[in-house]
């Protein structure tokens, strides 16, 4: 437990008492405001430096949110972008499937009307077909 010095001994004047000024009024606790001297009280400067700390914080998600806001505006406008060029593609293999539909609805009528003779110009063309690939691949 600490003891008060009272103006005796090397603390002259009772300005000095145990490690804090007193200046005669030994009910002022150090760390507190003093109205007399001014400035601000040690509780004060640290509720300041938590908000200047708060604010930087609120400063650093803000543009943390802002970048994310920017992203997900851009990710929005990708899918956009993907979607339209994904409907062209759906429209132009719906086409593609149209004409191989008619054109196989074509074939399967000429083979009906015109026999043999159709069938084997028609094999000849696609084994010739499929010989000029394999050159072209192999060369």
Not at 34 to 51: F, Q, T, V, Y
Not at 81 to 101: I, K, P, R, V, Y
């Amino acid at each position: 437990m600490h003891q008060r010095h009272t103006g005796s001994g090397p603390h002259l004047n009772g300005n000095y008492s145990n490690g804090h000024f007193n200046n005669g009024n030994m009910n002022r606790r150090p760390g507190v405001w003093d109205p007399e001297k001014g400035g601000m009280s040690a509780s004060e400067m640290n509720a300041n430096i938590m908000e200047e700390q708060n604010n930087d914080r609120i400063n650093q998600l803000s543009d943390q949110v802002a970048l994310l806001k920017g992203l997900t505006i851009d990710i929005g406008n990708e899918v956009r972008e993907q979607n339209s060029l994904l409907d062209q593609m759906g429209d132009g293999f719906a086409s593609t499937g149209d004409l191989l539909a008619g054109s196989l609805r074509k074939i399967g009528t000429m083979l009906e009307s015109g026999g043999a003779k159709h069938m084997c110009y028609m094999v000849g063309f696609i084994v010739a077909v499929m010989v000029l690939l394999y050159m072209l691949m192999k060369s």
